[in-house]
């Protein structure tokens, strides 16, 4: 039997809404290096995301210290009202996921902040990983971009 997005995108997303804020940060690590290979295609060749502007947003991001990097990130996935949390919120779910893949690179290459190496997920979010990759690549980046769009803070909500 196949699951259509409709059968599961609400447990993915709900499973994913109810972890830490590490935790989720930890699950899109683990996104980019488990599923990277069939994930990450989507993000830099997608037709609506605008590189120019995540590549602007991420260069901010790489210009801070490590311990800024991270805060930065908690603060994208808490929806904390911040300048980066502002511009991200502007950006297209496509764009987002965008970012989101160049800061993986970048965590792979040390130049954001790198996961400690003896950082697992937790069993609620390996779950989560196991859902996501148990869907068809459609479905993986259409949950993704869901997962990413409701982070940072939209200018609209701006008092």
């Known amino acids: 039997m196949t699951s259509t997005t409709s059968d599961i995108d609400p447990q993915i997303i709900s499973n994913?809404?109810?972890?830490?804020?590490?935790?989720?940060?930890?699950?899109?690590?683990?996104?980019?290096?488990?599923?990277?290979?069939?994930?990450?295609?989507?993000?830099?060749?997608?037709?609506?995301?605008?590189?120019?502007?995540?590549?602007?947003?991420?260069?901010?991001?790489?210009?801070?210290s490590h311990e800024e990097q991270l805060q930065v990130q908690r603060e994208l996935v808490e929806r904390k009202d911040s300048p980066i949390s502002h511009m991200y919120g502007a950006l297209s779910d496509t764009t987002k996921l965008l970012f989101w893949y160049l800061l993986a690179q970048g965590m792979d290459r040390s130049e954001i902040i790198p996961m400690p190496e003896d950082y697992t997920l937790d069993s609620q979010g390996s779950e989560c990983l196991s859902q996501l990759q148990a869907l068809e690549y459609s479905e993986q980046i259409t949950v993704l971009r869901e997962l990413v769009e409701g982070m940072g803070v939209e200018p609209s909500a701006a008092a």
């Open 16 to 64: 994913f809404n109810s972890l830490s804020t590490d935790q989720k940060l930890a699950f899109l690590w683990y996104v980019y290096k488990e599923v990277g290979k069939s994930i990450t295609p989507a993000a830099p060749g997608a037709s609506t995301a605008s590189p120019a502007i995540a590549e602007g947003i991420f260069g901010q991001v790489l210009d801070m």
